[in-house]
C-alpha cells in the first residue's frame, strides 16, 4: 500500500510503502525515486534491502523458479559468477556444494543480498561444474536448487529480415517472414515476433531453426500467415536477445481488401523544362497494387515505338516515371501515361503536357560582323533577328565608344583588339536605353516585328539610323523567362568614304617636272601601319 505522508525541512516530498502481511518471498531490494527522471541511487532515488525472516523457507524462491536444475549463462567477458542463493534469513550459515568436481574456495566470497560470488578462472579450472546452496536451521537442512554453470556466447553479429522490403498482400494470401540472425557460437539465442493481432490470430504459425557453422550459429524463426486478412496490417517486429543483449528488427506488411490503381499529377498537367537540360524525369503520383503495366505515349504514339527510345535518349522507370534525355524543343508534345491491371480489368491514364522552353539565341552573332565603317552622314538599319521560346523581347542599348572597365569600382581596362574592341560583352558598363534624347546618332525608328525566318517564327528588330554623326557601341538583348542573348555592334563612323583613300596635289593631272603630293587616308579602325610602296612601271 503506497500512501502520501508529511514531508521534513528541506525534505517536503514523501511517500509510504507499507507491506500488510509481508511473507518470505517478499525479501529483497526496494527503491524510491521520482517518477519523471532517470533513477541514480544517492541523487534522484534511494533504495534499501529489505529481509523478511521465514524460518519455514530460509531461501528464497520466486515466480516459477523451483529445486530443478537452472543454468547460470556465463559469456567470455564474465568475471564473476554470482550463484544467486538467496536468502530471508539474513545471518543464515549457508555453504557452497559443487559436483561432480570439487571448487578452489579461495577467492569465493558470500552475500547475504546477491548469493556466492566465483572468480571466473575457478570456473574455467573445470570442465563441467554443477553448483548449489545448503543450509542448516532449527536442526532441519534446507538445499537450493542445481545450478549448472554453462559458458555461452553473447554477441548478436547481425540480424536480418526476409523480404528486406516493405509487404503488400491482397486478402487470402500468404504471408511469410523470417527472422535470421547471425550469433556468436554456442550462444542461447531468443527469437521472438510482435504482429498485430498477436493475442488473437491463431492461424499464425512460427517455426524455428538454428544452425551451427564454422565461426558462428545461424538461428532463425519464420512467421507464416496462410491467409491474411485487413487487420493484419501493420509492423511485424522481430526481436532477437542474447542474455542481457538484444535487437530488433522490423518491416511493414499492408493488406488491401481488392486490387486498385491511383493516378494523380505530381506537378499539374503542365509541365515546363528548358531546352539544353541533360536530363528531365516526368513523375506522377502513383499508389497501386498488384503493380501495373506502364506504358507511354508520346502525341498519342507509343514511346517505345519513336526514334528517340531506341538510341535510349527517352527511357521508361520502374517508378512509373519517363526520363527524356538530352532535351530538345522537339521533346514538347503530349503525353499519356496507361496504368493497366488486365486481371483485374483495371485501367488509368493522364495526359501531360510538356512545353520545352528554348533560351533565346539571336541570328547575327552567328555571322561576321561588317569589316567596313559606317560613312559619316548616311543612314543605317542595324537588325538583330532572335529565335526562344517563348517569344523574347528585344532591347537597344548604347555607349559611347572607347574601353570598357571591369566594374564600376574598378579601374583596370579589359583587354581589347587592334580595332579597339572587348573581347566581352559583359565587361562593358554604363549602357543607356536608347531614346530621341540621348540617342546621339539621329534615330529614325526601331521596330519590331514576328517574320518567318528559316522557317520559323523569329522576332526581328530594326533600329534605323537616320545620320551617323558619331562612333558608338549598339547592343541589342533578346531575354524570356528561360535566358538571355546579346550582340554588341561597333558602330565606327568615318568621313573617309570606303574608309579609305588616296589625293594628289595639286592636280590629278601632274605635268612632267611639276612639283606634286600623294596624300593616303584611312580611318584607324580598319587599317594600321600605313606605308607606300613604288611599283615598278614596267
Same mark, same amino acid.
Given at each position: 500500500?503506497?500512501?502520501?505522508?508529511?514531508?521534513?525541512?528541506?525534505?517536503?516530498?514523501?511517500?509510504?510503502?507499507?507491506?500488510?502481511?509481508?511473507?518470505?518471498?517478499?525479501?529483497?531490494?526496494?527503491?524510491?525515486?521520482?517518477?519523471?527522471?532517470?533513477?541514480?541511487?544517492?541523487?534522484?532515488?534511494?533504495?534499501?534491502?529489505?529481509?523478511?525472516?521465514?524460518?519455514?523457507?530460509?531461501?528464497?524462491?520466486?515466480?516459477?523458479?523451483?529445486?530443478?536444475?537452472?543454468?547460470?549463462?556465463?559469456?567470455?567477458?564474465?568475471?564473476?559468477?554470482?550463484?544467486?542463493?538467496?536468502?530471508?534469513?539474513?545471518?543464515?550459515?549457508?555453504?557452497?556444494?559443487?559436483?561432480?568436481?570439487?571448487?578452489?574456495?579461495?577467492?569465493?566470497?558470500?552475500?547475504?543480498?546477491?548469493?556466492?560470488?566465483?572468480?571466473?578462472?575457478?570456473?574455467?579450472?573445470?570442465?563441467?561444474?554443477?553448483?548449489?546452496?545448503?543450509?542448516?536451521?532449527?536442526?532441519?537442512?534446507?538445499?537450493?536448487?542445481?545450478?549448472?554453470?554453462?559458458?555461452?556466447?553473447?554477441?548478436?553479429?547481425?540480424?536480418?529480415?526476409?523480404?528486406?522490403?516493405?509487404?503488400?498482400?491482397?486478402?487470402?494470401?500468404?504471408?511469410?517472414?523470417?527472422?535470421?540472425?547471425?550469433?556468436?557460437?554456442?550462444?542461447?539465442?531468443?527469437?521472438?515476433?510482435?504482429?498485430?493481432?498477436?493475442?488473437?490470430?491463431?492461424?499464425?504459425?512460427?517455426?524455428?531453426?538454428?544452425?551451427?557453422?564454422?565461426?558462428?550459429? =545461424?538461428?532463425?524463426?519464420?512467421? /507464416?500467415?496462410?491467409?491474411? &486478412?485487413?487487420?493484419? *496490417?501493420?509492423?511485424?517486429?522481430? !526481436? @532477437? #536477445?542474447?542474455?542481457?543483449?538484444?535487437?530488433?528488427?522490423?518491416?511493414?506488411?499492408?493488406?488491401?481488401?481488392?486490387?486498385?490503381?491511383?493516378?494523380?499529377?505530381?506537378?499539374?498537367?503542365?509541365?515546363?523544362?528548358?531546352?539544353?537540360?541533360?536530363?528531365?524525369?516526368?513523375?506522377?503520383?502513383?499508389?497501386?497494387?498488384?503493380?501495373?503495366?506502364?506504358?507511354?505515349?508520346?502525341?498519342?504514339?507509343?514511346?517505345?515505338?519513336?526514334?528517340?527510345?531506341?538510341?535510349?535518349?527517352?527511357?521508361?522507370?520502374?517508378?512509373?516515371?519517363?526520363?527524356?534525355?538530352?532535351?530538345?524543343? =522537339?521533346?514538347?508534345?503530349?503525353? /499519356?501515361?496507361?496504368?493497366? &491491371?488486365?486481371?483485374? *480489368?483495371?485501367?488509368?491514364?493522364? !495526359? @501531360? #503536357?510538356?512545353?520545352?522552353?528554348?533560351?533565346?539565341?539571336?541570328?547575327?552573332?552567328?555571322?561576321?560582323?561588317?569589316?567596313?565603317?559606317?560613312?559619316?552622314?548616311?543612314?543605317?538599319?542595324?537588325?538583330?533577328?532572335?529565335?526562344?521560346?517563348?517569344?523574347?523581347?528585344?532591347?537597344?542599348?548604347?555607349?559611347?565608344?572607347?574601353?570598357?572597365?571591369?566594374?564600376?569600382?574598378?579601374?583596370?581596362?579589359?583587354?581589347?583588339?587592334?580595332?579597339?574592341?572587348?573581347?566581352?560583352?559583359?565587361?562593358?558598363?554604363?549602357?543607356?536605353?536608347?531614346?530621341?534624347?540621348?540617342?546621339?546618332? =539621329?534615330?529614325?525608328?526601331?521596330? /519590331?516585328?514576328?517574320?518567318?525566318?528559316?522557317?520559323?517564327?523569329?522576332?526581328?528588330?530594326?533600329?534605323?539610323?537616320?545620320?551617323?554623326?558619331?562612333?558608338?557601341?549598339?547592343?541589342?538583348?533578346?531575354?524570356?523567362?528561360?535566358?538571355?542573348?546579346?550582340?554588341?555592334?561597333?558602330?565606327?563612323?568615318?568621313?573617309?568614304?570606303?574608309?579609305?583613300?588616296?589625293?594628289?596635289?595639286?592636280?590629278?593631272?601632274?605635268?612632267?617636272?611639276?612639283?606634286?603630293?600623294?596624300?593616303?587616308?584611312?580611318?584607324?579602325?580598319?587599317?594600321?601601319?600605313?606605308?607606300?610602296?613604288?611599283?615598278?612601271?614596267?
Amino acid at each position: 500500500l503506497i500512501s502520501e505522508c508529511p514531508g521534513q525541512t528541506g525534505k517536503p516530498y514523501c511517500k509510504r510503502l507499507v507491506l500488510n502481511g509481508a511473507q518470505g518471498r517478499d525479501t529483497g531490494f526496494y527503491r524510491c525515486s521520482y517518477k519523471d527522471r532517470k533513477a541514480i541511487d544517492g541523487t534522484t532515488a534511494v533504495g534499501v534491502y529489505v529481509f523478511v525472516r521465514d524460518p519455514t523457507q530460509p531461501f528464497l524462491i520466486r515466480g516459477n523458479a523451483s529445486h530443478g536444475l537452472q543454468t547460470i549463462f556465463i559469456t567470455r567477458s564474465t568475471t564473476h559468477v554470482t550463484v544467486p542463493c538467496l536468502v530471508t534469513v539474513p545471518d543464515l550459515n549457508v555453504t557452497l556444494f559443487s559436483y561432480p568436481t570439487s571448487l578452489e574456495m579461495s577467492g569465493i566470497t558470500w552475500d547475504n543480498k546477491r548469493g556466492w560470488s566465483i572468480p571466473r578462472w575457478i570456473i574455467d579450472s573445470v570442465p563441467m561444474v554443477f553448483v548449489g546452496c545448503v543450509a542448516s536451521l532449527g536442526g532441519k537442512e534446507y538445499r537450493t536448487g542445481d545450478y549448472l554453470i554453462h559458458p555461452t556466447g553473447s554477441q548478436i553479429y547481425e540480424v536480418k529480415l526476409f523480404p528486406e522490403e516493405s509487404v503488400e498482400l491482397l486478402v487470402g494470401e500468404a504471408l511469410t517472414l523470417n527472422c535470421t540472425a547471425m550469433v556468436e557460437f554456442d550462444a542461447g539465442v531468443d527469437i521472438q515476433w510482435s504482429y498485430p493481432g498477436k493475442q488473437t490470430n491463431s492461424w499464425v504459425e512460427t517455426k524455428p531453426y538454428r544452425e551451427s557453422l564454422s565461426h558462428a550459429t =545461424e538461428a532463425a524463426r519464420v512467421l /507464416t500467415i496462410y491467409s491474411v &486478412n485487413v487487420t493484419d *496490417s501493420g509492423p511485424y517486429v522481430c !526481436n @532477437v #536477445t542474447i542474455m542481457d543483449t538484444s535487437q530488433t528488427i522490423q518491416t511493414q506488411v499492408t493488406v488491401h481488401e481488392r486490387p486498385f490503381i491511383k493516378l494523380d499529377y505530381r506537378d499539374g498537367p503542365v509541365v515546363e523544362v528548358t531546352a539544353g537540360q541533360k536530363s528531365f524525369k516526368l513523375q506522377l503520383n502513383v499508389s497501386a497494387f498488384p503493380t501495373p503495366e506502364t506504358q507511354w505515349y508520346k502525341n498519342g504514339e507509343p514511346v517505345n515505338h519513336r526514334p528517340e527510345f531506341k538510341i535510349k535518349r527517352i527511357r521508361m522507370h520502374s517508378n512509373h516515371a519517363l526520363e527524356v534525355k538530352d532535351v530538345c524543343q =522537339e521533346d514538347s508534345g503530349m503525353y /499519356t501515361v496507361v496504368l493497366k &491491371n488486365r486481371a483485374a *480489368s483495371l485501367e488509368k491514364r493522364l !495526359n @501531360v #503536357t510538356l512545353v520545352v522552353n528554348v533560351p533565346p539565341q539571336i541570328h547575327e552573332k552567328e555571322v561576321a560582323d561588317p569589316s567596313s565603317p559606317y560613312p559619316s552622314g548616311s543612314s543605317q538599319i542595324l537588325t538583330c533577328t532572335a529565335y526562344g521560346l517563348p517569344a523574347p523581347s528585344v532591347i537597344w542599348q548604347w555607349r559611347p565608344w572607347g574601353p570598357c572597365v571591369h566594374n564600376s569600382t574598378q579601374s583596370r581596362l579589359v583587354r581589347r583588339d587592334r580595332k579597339g574592341r572587348s573581347d566581352r560583352n559583359s565587361d562593358c558598363h554604363n549602357w543607356q536605353e536608347i531614346n530621341s534624347e540621348n540617342g546621339i546618332n =539621329e534615330i529614325e525608328s526601331i521596330e /519590331t516585328s514576328v517574320e518567318v525566318v528559316d522557317h520559323r517564327q523569329k522576332i526581328v528588330s530594326r533600329l534605323q539610323i537616320r545620320n551617323a554623326s558619331v562612333s558608338v557601341m549598339y547592343k541589342c538583348s533578346a531575354e524570356n523567362k528561360v535566358g538571355k542573348d546579346e550582340r554588341l555592334i561597333y558602330f565606327y563612323v568615318t568621313t573617309i568614304p570606303e574608309g579609305f583613300s588616296v589625293d594628289v596635289h595639286p592636280s590629278e593631272t601632274p605635268l612632267e617636272q611639276e612639283n606634286m603630293s600623294l596624300r593616303c587616308s584611312a580611318d584607324n579602325y580598319t587599317y594600321d601601319q600605313l606605308q607606300w610602296y613604288r611599283l615598278n612601271p614596267q
